[in-house]
């Protein structure tokens, strides 16, 4: 199995779970000589198209788990990316392509970065393989940058200034959770390609969220909407108080408007188990950030 974005917050964690389950994985990276996970790394780059059909030389399926969210130009990365990555499984016989991409309902006007999401499934489709698609919103663990801007934004302003993306509706989802249902995609019928919808038992929104991070770390918050702060000055703000990039953060902002809820469980039945609550999410992130700090 190629894991392409081996090392990323979910390809790190998505490898040893692959490997466990009994499966060979490829790691695909642009470093091989710096991979140190249970994966065979080898060079690959979805933006060298030339890279790619070496890579994926005798693997039967391969995991999309890459973005360039942090380009200004990401949407047009991203599908050129997408198309190689597609056109690249099918001339190497491989049965299908994973793709991790977001949720949003198609009749929303949705940002920037969902349309890319959902064009990047139909681009993978290039090399006329099924392309097997969970569609998930924010993803709570360490290491995430959505979950990271959570919690940097409790901790480090106890009274927040807050945008009217605050009362949108999201459903997040563990990446513990995550990993399971991506390890069942490679057994899940797929005779064509299809789009699951992933997410976490509660729908919140994000001001929710926040004070639940902040009960959770015993901090105090107090948020004061302000209806007028636009997503520019939303990003602006987000890089003064985070460590995540404007260009990121503006991408991230902008997708907040959208509602990104579980419209269609069905995976539930295909894949079935208890997600975690948000706040057991939460706490483990918070523990594994801790260890890996080297506390208790």
């Not at 499934?121 to 090399?127: F, S």
């Not at 302003?157 to 945008?163: K, S």
């Not at 004070?211 to 007028?228: C, F, H, M």
Request: glycine share 10%; proline share 6%; aromatic share 6%.
């Amino acid at each position: 199995m190629l894991v392409a974005g081996a090392t990323g917050f979910v390809g790190r964690r998505l490898c040893p779970a692959l490997a466990d389950a009994g499966h060979e994985v490829i790691a695909m990276t642009r470093h091989p000589d710096g991979y140190s996970g249970p994966a065979v790394p080898v060079h690959g780059d979805v933006h060298a198209a030339d890279t790619l059909e070496q890579a994926m030389s005798g693997c039967d399926a391969a995991y999309y788990l890459v973005h360039s969210l942090d380009a200004p130009d990401f949407e047009r990365r991203d599908a050129d990316a997408a198309l190689a990555f597609g056109a690249a499984a099918g001339a190497t016989g491989l049965k299908r392509i994973v793709y991790l991409g977001g949720l949003g309902d198609d009749t929303d006007a949705l940002s920037a970065h969902l349309r890319s999401r959902r064009e990047v499934e139909g681009l993978l489709e290039a090399g006329g393989l099924p392309v097997v698609s969970l569609r998930a919103g924010i993803i709570v663990g360490h290491g995430g940058t959505s979950w990271e801007l959570t919690r940097q934004l409790v901790e480090h302003l106890p009274v927040m200034v807050t945008p009217r993306w605050v009362v949108t509706r999201t459903q997040p989802i563990s990446v513990e959770d995550v990993i399971r249902y991506l390890v069942a995609c490679l057994v899940l019928p797929a005779e064509g390609s299809r789009a699951f919808d992933v997410g976490g038992p509660e729908v919140l929104q994000y001001a929710t969220m926040l004070r639940r991070v902040a009960t959770i770390e015993r901090r105090p918050l107090v948020l004061l909407p302000v209806p007028l702060l636009s997503p520019r000055l939303s990003s602006w703000w987000l890089a003064l108080v985070t460590d995540v990039d404007a260009t990121t953060g503006r991408a991230l902002i902008d997708s907040m408007s959208n509602e990104v809820v579980v419209r269609d469980d069905a995976i539930r039945g295909l894949v079935p188990f208890e997600p975690l609550s948000f706040d057991t999410a939460v706490r483990r992130a918070l523990q594994e950030r801790a260890q890996e700090a080297g506390g208790p």
